[in-house]
Antibody, heavy 116, light 107 residues
Framework: QVQLQESGPRLVKPSQTLSLTCTVS??????????LSWIRQPAGKGLEWIGR?????RTLYNPSLKSRLSISLGTLRLSSVTAADTAVYYC??????????????WGQGTQVIVSS | SSELTQDPAVSVALGQTVRITCQGD??????VTWYQQKPGQAPILVIF???HRPSGIPDRFSGSKSGSTASLTITGAQAEDEADYYC??????????FGGGTILTVL
């Protein structure tokens, strides 16, 4: 069964770049309809979709984050961070086909705090 | 609307049936997926493609969609179903969005 694990620094200073890695246990992001996706969740709040990438490097980003965001297979980079970017960051395998999206499974998440 | 709207909180008596709804214009064109999240845990997929359950999800969970409204129904709610539930789909421009989440309390 595929497993995903996020890793990266817990604390990032304002204006710096947040970099996170997602390790996939068996490489099962292969296939035209499979992507690696990132989602975040501020404490006590709901889920926010960040973006996705496939093995071919094809990406799709949340428009609200696009100007600061770069996702490659296994890595998320978010620049010019502020306190508003403090959240638990999850990676998940995404199946997307014909207007249907399915995030399964998810990693356990990693807490990122933006603070000086 | 570019949002998915959920009731913030819903409660159900143990063993009874509860429906959690999700409204959004994009639901007319795109499929809906539902996730369950318990405190301190990552979300898990409970319903995809409106009404399909992944393996391992009890059959008391079901889904439906009509027009711009989707529903997650738990028939015979159990104590372990107490969690936050999120719907997920696209807005009318195709961007991926989540609903704000519904806190389910099992009484």
């Amino acid at each position: 069964q595929v497993q995903l694990q996020e890793s990266g620094p817990r604390l990032v200073k304002p204006s710096q770049t947040l970099s996170l890695t997602c390790t996939v246990s068996d490489g099962s992001i292969n296939g035209d309809s499979y992507y690696l996706s990132w989602i975040r969740q501020p404490a006590g709040k709901g889920l926010e979709w960040i973006g996705r990438v496939n093995t071919g490097g094809r990406t799709l980003y949340n428009p609200s984050l696009k100007s600061r965001l770069s996702i490659s297979l296994g890595t998320l980079r978010l620049s010019s961070v502020t306190a508003a970017d403090t959240a638990v960051y999850y990676c998940a395998r995404l199946y997307s086909m014909g207007g249907e999206d399915r995030l399964d499974p998810w990693g356990q998440g990693t807490q990122v705090i933006v603070s000086s | 609307s570019s949002e998915l709207t959920q009731d913030p909180a819903v409660s159900v008596a143990l063993g009874q049936t509860v429906r959690i709804t999700c409204q959004g214009d994009g639901l007319r064109y795109y499929s809906v997926t539902w996730y369950q999240q318990k405190p301190g845990q990552a979300p898990i997929l409970v319903i995809f493609g409106e009404n399909h359950r992944p393996s391992g999800i009890p059959d008391r969970f079901s889904g439906s969609k009509s027009g711009s409204t989707a529903s997650l129904t738990i028939t015979g709610a159990q104590a372990e179903d107490e969690a936050d539930y999120y719907c997920n789909s696209r807005d009318f421009t195709g961007n991926v969005i989540f609903g704000g989440g519904t806190i389910l309390t099992v009484l």
